[in-house]
């Protein structure tokens, strides 16, 4: 079987795995085009139960041969912050992984197995030929798919966009700091939300999130990085934790998802973001697009490549709904976090807040001051 694979990040570069384990004979080329995902720029990923299990599936030593020289710290409490009040609250144990760790851990075990990853970035002509020339086109090439663009109507896809805002930071804080962080302190502005996660002892990544509305009251637009900067970490430092927050690579980004209602269309079939992407504080994002991987190989190795698809897009919209459902809840709330922060009292709100990202963190509250 001759299969073309657009996009190798996460879950092209799972899917390849997955099939070629399964099926040896089969061709596989990724077409990766480099830094045409706002996923590249430096983010991490964490590894909790669902991930690390993916992926022992296709390697039983993956968290071994990932972490060659040291594993990263790991997470197993988290720190979650509403204004002035403080909980330490369980936290399922997990690692975060830096993207360029596990794309490099990923591209050398696809290459190692004979997966033929060739640099290239595919345009919306390419696509038609791709899927004439292959059995079957794999699209993974985030949420931005050209491929899921091509047949757009075919698969029912659908960008919604969202009123919220993000972008990358660093925490150097010369303190250790394992616990992953999941803060939301209301400005004159709005509420900004911080999460972050160990990366190394001392530095750890960052996403800042708030409104666009909040976004525009606090002028972020026409502020320069180190003013942005400034405002945060006054805004969030605390003297018991410490925050030294220092811009990354990216700007700001408007926070939007992708849905689907139908996985494939003839010969072509949607894993990843190009199909569905969720709330990255849901922490789904790379579980379902390894799952999607694992259960397409799964299909393509049992059945002839149309009832392989049919399955696939049986199986995987069944074990994405509730993903997909969770991931929409949390954004709704998320964009009416301002309203909400003004309407509940505040030890209330820790509960609301956690609620919606319940897949990472645990109701178990092991220590709180407020
Ligand atoms: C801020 C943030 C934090 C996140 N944190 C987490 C987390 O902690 N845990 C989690 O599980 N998920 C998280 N996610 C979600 C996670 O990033 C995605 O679910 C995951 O990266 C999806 O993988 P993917 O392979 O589908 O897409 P991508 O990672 O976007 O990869 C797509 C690949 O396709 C390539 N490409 C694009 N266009 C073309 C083209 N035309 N030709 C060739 N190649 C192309 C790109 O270069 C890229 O390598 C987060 C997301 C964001 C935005």
Redesign the pocket.
């Known amino acids: 079987m001759r299969v073309a694979i657009?996009?190798?990040?996460?879950?092209?570069?799972?899917s390849a795995i997955a099939i070629k384990q399964r099926l040896p004979s089969s061709h596989i080329k990724i077409?990766?085009?480099?830094?045409?995902?706002?996923?590249?720029f430096g983010?991490?990923?964490?590894?909790q139960t669902l991930?690390i299990d993916l992926l022992n599936r296709i390697d039983p030593s993956a968290l071994d041969n990932m972490f060659s020289t040291k594993r990263p710290p790991l997470m197993q409490q988290s720190s979650v912050r509403v204004n002035d009040r403080f909980e330490t609250r369980a936290f399922e144990p997990g690692y975060?992984v830096s993207?360029y760790q596990l794309?490099q851990y990923l591209r050398t075990k696809a290459l190692g197995l004979g997966v033929k990853v060739i640099h290239?970035?595919?345009?919306?002509k390419d696509v038609s030929r791709l899927k004439r020339m292959n059995n079957l086109l794999i699209s993974?090439?985030?949420?931005?798919?050209?491929?899921r663009m091509r047949y757009k109507d075919a698969f029912s896809a659908k960008f919604h966009p969202t009123k919220m805002m993000?972008s990358?930071f660093l925490n150097e804080s010369p303190f250790d700091q394992h616990q992953p962080r999941f803060w939301a302190v209301s400005s004159d502005y709005g509420v900004i939300q911080m999460?972050s996660?160990p990366l190394l002892d001392c530095r750890q990544i960052v996403?800042v999130e708030m409104t666009k509305d909040c976004y525009q009251k606090a002028g972020f637009g026409d502020k320069t990085t180190e003013e942005v900067t400034a405002f945060l970490n006054k805004c969030l430092n605390v003297s018991a934790d410490p925050i030294s927050l220092a811009q990354g690579p990216l700007p700001w980004?408007s926070?939007g998802i992708n849905t689907v209602e139908k996985l494939y269309r003839g010969n072509v079939a949607l894993?990843?973001?190009?199909?569905f992407?969720?709330h990255?504080?849901y922490?789904?994002?790379?579980?379902?697009?390894f799952m999607m991987g694992y259960i397409l190989a799964e299909c393509l190795s049992a059945l002839p490549l149309n009832e392989a698809l049919i399955k696939y897009n049986a199986g995987a919209s069944l074990s994405l709904a509730d993903p997909v459902r969770k991931s929409r809840e949390l954004i709704l709330w998320l964009e009416g976090i301002d309203e909400h922060f003004k309407c509940t009292p505040t030890k209330e709100l820790v509960d609301h807040y956690l609620l919606r990202q319940n897949y990472r963190t645990s109701s178990k509250v092991l220590s709180g001051d407020s």
């Open positions: 657009v996009g190798g990040g996460p879950a092209g570069l799972y077409y990766e085009a480099r830094n045409e995902s706002a996923n590249e983010l991490g990923y964490t590894l991930t975060t993207r794309i290239k970035k595919i345009e919306i993974a090439d985030g949420v931005k798919s050209l491929v993000f990358w999460f996660y996403i980004v926070f894993v990843g973001e190009s199909a992407s969720f990255y504080s922490g789904g994002g790379l579980s379902t697009a």
